[in-house]
């Protein structure tokens, strides 16, 4: 039995953000073989849910991770295994030190994401992850809650003039990620896909050896890392292709699918 773990954007969807019909057929062929299948994304466990019963978690089981290893949830029963949150009194200061910076801000929050005003990225989470949005005027001096994570968006060339600064001044109490070429992600202490992977790889008792990790950006290096198996999409980064045991075909050519029919479906 084999645990296959799949990031989401550029991985399990293609460009057109749908699963393909040839992808949804394998992964659920994989299953009815008696493999594990869950979805390993950054997203909140709200903006994975559609795709969760897509590919039929109801009838077969599954774990979700999300907020890149912030939060494992049994989609089946709704258990929330693990869930982790940046300290609320760290969260107002990043928000309050970064005020001036030209960075927008997201945070999920519940089934909502939330920002301190209209901005393009929010409009693209509400459409992309089919979820409510809510821009709060004073969120960054009112939050009352410890999020998952807080997302600083921009153009890349605009987010990386400022990435130093977050690592600097709070990389020694966070966990940091670059996610998107267009969003910079800052996260609890200690958390990343692969810490969540290997959590997962428990849960199930299989060995580490047996996991298959797919994904394509920066934040899945960890989970390529600790899979037995981690395979790079054929879109996917140049770090991610440097250290993943497998390069597949791209998202747009069922990369995922290629890769299970060659080496793992009966």
Do not use: C, W
Not at 6 to 27: R, Y
Not at 142 to 157: L, R, S, V, W
Not at 221 to 232: N, R
């Amino acid at each position: 039995m084999k645990l296959i773990a799949v990031d989401v954007d550029g991985t399990l969807l293609n460009s057109k953000n749908e699963i393909s019909a040839k992808t949804k057929e394998t992964l659920l062929k994989a299953r009815e073989q008696g493999h594990k299948v869950v979805i390993v994304s950054g997203r909140p466990t709200s903006g994975v849910r559609y795709l969760a019963e897509e590919l039929e978690f109801e009838k077969f089981g599954g774990l979700l991770s999300n907020y890149n290893g912030g939060s494992i949830t049994n989609f089946k029963t709704g258990e929330v295994i693990t869930n982790h949150t940046l300290d609320l009194d760290l969260a107002k200061q990043i928000l309050t030190e970064t005020k001036d910076l030209p960075l927008k801000i997201i945070i999920p929050s519940g089934d909502k994401i939330i920002s301190d005003s209209e901005n393009e990225y929010l409009d693209l989470e509400r459409d992309l992850l089919k979820v409510e949005t809510e821009a709060i005027e004073d969120l960054r001096e009112n939050i009352d809650f410890g999020p998952n994570k807080i997302i600083f968006a921009n153009d890349p060339e605009i987010l990386e003039e400022h990435l130093s600064f977050l690592m600097d001044t709070y990389g020694e109490n966070t966990a940091q990620v670059r996610s998107q070429r267009f969003y910079y992600e800052i996260m609890p202490k200690g958390l990343s896909k692969g810490n969540s992977l290997l959590e997962i790889a428990k849960y199930y008792d299989i060995d580490v050896e047996d996991i298959i990790a797919f994904g394509d950006e920066l934040n899945d290096e960890t989970m390529i890392e600790v899979a037995g198996t981690g395979v790079a999409m054929g879109n996917a980064v140049e770090k991610i292709k440097e250290i993943a045991d497998y390069i597949t075909l791209s998202n747009d050519e069922d990369g995922i699918a290629d890769y299970l029919e060659k080496f793992i479906l009966e």
